[in-house]
């Protein structure tokens, strides 16, 4: 280019008046459209011509299928097309075991497992019309109990043992002992997501045998690679969108309607909705492992922790889903953030008869910390020690190594934030019997108690999480950033493939884009698979993956900018600096405007991006840079609890977190209340009651989860101490809040009523019985 | 109203316009507002009347659409979502719940707005509820704890109880 640049007149940095940048609290982009209801959800979506498909689901628990005879559900008026296994013309599916077929073959392994589909005019016709499919089942013995699953004597879930993965962690003396010794059992119920918004999705075919998906979902990518496995098809007859998602918490990283909706679009030609009910969902994906845990831990006198051992049971359930590598988080950081020099943990994943289990924010972190927390209560109560010190006592700092032997190179302020949740003030005493408050008290309106029978507990509990994906698995995202100027203003078009799922990502996205380009105006572009995958939006990895592969695409623009200009203007590209609209020297004379520079072209750059490798651990020691960067937080809980009824009212949660720093620091307090409130609902009422492989309670009356009554005043803390190897310093933020939650509020009640309480959720029998 | 014996025709004012339906008498009000009238604004998050996310106004009160069958509201008015503000002039509500945060995924946004919306009218007209200390009064101010109890029929699985409560009290009197 050898225009002669405009001479834009010297004025302080033209970047100066951007609002929204990283460190404030833009509002969200989506938020007009959700509070006008006009935001489009999967569920929300309509193509013309559009029919509806439904899932006929097993009622066995493991059965063999002798026969499938659609002829009746095909010959219902309104019915397109009726699909079985041999209607799937490619393989199995799974996140990371390929053992799950679309619809069951030959044998069922779980109540729930779908069957065979139905496509219709009408949802309700294809629901009757499933009903008529005549299934003839064999039931077989099956094996819902996971310490029975790997009894050599177990049915088999899919004959090849029922091992899924045995993680072995050994570290110092073989043969630990210590003056003080506890241990304990636990055991953890199966949570659900429960996200508000059912599986839906619109498959929509193309006139060339491809097909388009708009589905809520939390990775478009792995799903497109698995759509393509059972298909049979190319990635780019493949292609998906992103709709809108109505919350995820891991429970989306599995496939739901993906492949179902696409065979029976393929198979009618015509655009194919479907959407669970709330029914449907709970079988619909999979649910946090259900776990059963023994742990003892021996110390000295002086409270310093000797040894460790634990044994860690997952039971994944009839398909492998994630269990590998839950079964790697529980066994990695399943001892808490605690410095221990003398470890034996062996953690296991079952495959059984029961639903399959997989990704729940806080991934194998949440059971273990129920263990970890409760026994070092046990010990500081023996030792007459307070719980908060015997933690601060043991905990890692920056410079420790962990139980894997990874040294812990950032920020580990574990001892800090106990010390802050343990001075924030605490809340009001609760008023005497004769001036009760019916609402501040358990039971509420109820009338159960006007305070006699109740009692006050507090409960502290710490955690530690690892951000991103673990293990060696190569993790990354794909960002594109484009720059140009439309109608006289430079605009950015960032486009990701990142799930956003109500956590604010695009809103960080605009943040990052802004901060690095100095361009007020950033426009998210639509998710899909028309970019390089981002990677899964989970274990609180997107701001940190996904936000360094928007600042290294911001980068790469911003550097060919400056080499057009160079060129333009015969300056060393290093002696300029991009300045929102301008071209600055580095002596801060404005050489060029954006627009001489640009003209009506676009710069356009697509980074990949990782962070450092993380390694597989040694397989017989456990041994290894596993994980990529660590979270930490801590959470004090105040109950009353009634003794007479059981009855719990979480008086106070309090928390302080490092999350390194906060892109938007509104977003990161949302984050904290939300992940709380989920693991408050562990403690205290939140469980898929499975009897012998069924599931008896899949609706929102008998499985509960917090409203706002049940959510208590929070005291928030955030620190932020950067991590000088991650982008900006961040540290993952959404899921420690689940983790260290639910333990505080299980040491309150256990503190309140002097129970042991050695299972979650804590049931009213629990707290009154013996 | 005509009627068969499976679907009747009739009329309901929705979103102030006068809407003529003709439908199978099972349909819910839900069903009608989502699959009939393209308003996808009232969401399904269980169609059992357990989380609230499809709340609506039923002639200024609120209700779970799914719970109430169509043809029932034959000659009422019907508030959506959609009926309560513009984009360019957003009701109170749902801009205090854009200020304050008020939600994350949405999903249960609609109809926490809608509930609230409906809160506050009952409050001034005096109706008390499980949380009312005085329950005589002519007109309730809604305090947290009357918020709380107000707002415990709408489910948040995101957990943004914190920031709802701070958007509707910024708006109560
Ligand atoms: S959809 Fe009506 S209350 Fe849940
Ligand atoms: S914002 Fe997601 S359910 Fe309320």
Known sequence: MTSTPTKVPAAPSDTASLRGRIGDSPLRPDGTLKVQGEFAFGSDLWADEMIWGVTLRSPHVHARIVSIDVGPALATSGVYAVLTAEDVPGGNVGLEHADQPVLATGVVRYHGEPVALVAADHPEIARQAAKKIRVVYEELPAVTDGRRALEPDAPQVHGSGNLLRHLKIRRGDPDPVAPLVVSLDFEVGMQDQAFLGPESGLAVPDDAGGIDLYVATQWLHADQRQICQALGLPPEKVRLTLAGVGGAFGGREDLSIHVHACLLALRTGKPIKMVYNREESFFGHVHRHPASLRYEFGAGHDGLLHYAKAELLFDGGAYASSTAAVVGNGGTLGLGPYNIPNVQVDSYGVYTNNPPCGAMRGFGCVQAAFAHEALMDELADRLAMSRVAIRQLNGMREGDRNITGQLIDSAAPVAELLQLVQDMPLPAERLSEDEFDLLSLPGGVSNTTHGEGVVRGIGYAVTYKNVGFSEGFDDYSTARVRLEITADEPTVTVHTAAAEVGQGLITVEQQICRTELGVQRVVVHPRDTQVGSAGSTSASRQTYVTGGAVKAACEAVRAKVLERASTMLDIEPSELVLDGARIVSITGAVVASLQDVLGTDAVDETVKWSHRPTYPVDPETGQGDAHVQYAFSAHRAVVDVDTELGLVKVVALDTAQDVGKAINPDAVVGQIQGGSAQGMGLALMEEIIVTGGRVLNPSFTDYLIPTILDMPPMRIKVLEYADPHAPYGVRGVGEPPTISSGPAVAAAIRQATGKALRRVPIRPEHITEG | ?173
């Open chain 2, 1 to 173: 109203m005509t009627s068969s014996s499976l679907s009747s025709s009739f009329t309901v004012t929705v979103n102030g316009e006068p809407q003529l339906l003709d439908l199978d008498n099972r349909t819910t009000l839900l069903d009608a507002l989502r699959e009939h009238l393209d308003l996808t604004g009232a969401k399904k998050g269980c169609d059992h009347g357990q989380c609230g996310a499809c709340t609506v106004l039923l002639d200024g009160r609120r209700v779970n659409s799914c719970l109430v069958l169509a043809v029932a509201t034959q000659g009422h008015s019907i508030t959506t979502i959609e009926g309560l503000g513009t984009a360019e002039r957003l009701h109170p509500i749902q801009q205090a719940f854009i200020d304050h945060d008020g939600l994350q995924c949405g999903y249960c946004t609609p109809g926490q707005i809608c509930s609230a919306v409906g809160a506050l009218d009952e409050a001034d007209r005096g109706w008390p509820s499980a949380a009312t200390a005085d329950v005589g009064a002519e007109k309730i101010t809604l305090d947290d704890s009357e918020i709380r109890e107000r707002m415990s029929g709408n489910l948040c699985r995101c957990g943004a109880y914190v920031n709802i409560l701070a958007a509707i009290n910024a708006v109560s009197p």
